[in-house]
């Protein structure tokens, strides 16, 4: 642009001054994005710990290349363990839900029953029953 603007300031052309009025707002731009863009980087070096002179960008963002690579291989890593975690508990579940058959002699209703007709005695601790305990066999004391 320093070319042209001489070129223009010797010459007198009309194309010339035309592409510089067009570019002249567009370079003015650029250049302050481009500032502001390094006084970003600037602040993010120096936020990592790094001297933004003697850690250009070609060093300093292959870091953070690297570390995203690795962050989402481990993020994949972890979702799939997950995944079968689930999947294990899942089988688990499915399995232990088997239903449960009795005897069919009756033998759990009737200690069922009988746990839920005998009285509860808060100074013993106990339950006196039949099924474990016979009044004919032992006196009431040891039961």
């Keep these: 642009m320093e070319l042209i603007r001489r070129e223009c300031s010797l010459h007198d052309h009309a194309v010339l001054k035309g592409f510089l009025q067009a570019s002249?707002?567009?370079?003015?731009?650029?250049?302050?994005d481009a500032k502001t863009a390094e006084e970003a980087f600037n602040a993010v070096v120096m936020y990592f710990g790094e001297s933004p002179k003697t850690t250009p960008p070609s060093v300093f963002f292959p870091v953070f290349v690297r570390?995203?690579?690795a962050y989402?291989?481990?993020a994949q890593k972890k979702r799939q363990q997950q995944h079968e975690l689930?999947?294990?508990?899942?089988?688990?579940q499915a399995k232990d839900h088997?239903?449960?058959y009795e005897?069919?002699?009756?033998?759990?209703?009737?200690?069922?029953?009988?746990l839920k007709s005998v009285p509860f005695t808060a100074r013993t601790a106990k339950r006196s029953?039949?099924?474990?305990?016979?009044?004919?066999?032992?006196d009431?004391?040891?039961c």
């Design 72 to 74: 989402k291989v481990q």
């Design 98 to 100: 088997r239903p449960v």
């Design 86 to 92: 689930i999947a294990e508990l899942r089988r688990r």
């Design 24 to 32: 002249d707002p567009q370079l003015d731009k650029l250049q302050k």
């Design 140 to 142: 009431e004391s040891n």
């Design 129 to 138: 029953s039949r099924f474990f305990c016979d009044t004919n066999l032992y």
């Design 67 to 69: 570390f995203l690579k």
């Design 103 to 114: 005897g069919k002699d009756g033998t759990i209703e009737d200690i069922i029953t009988a």
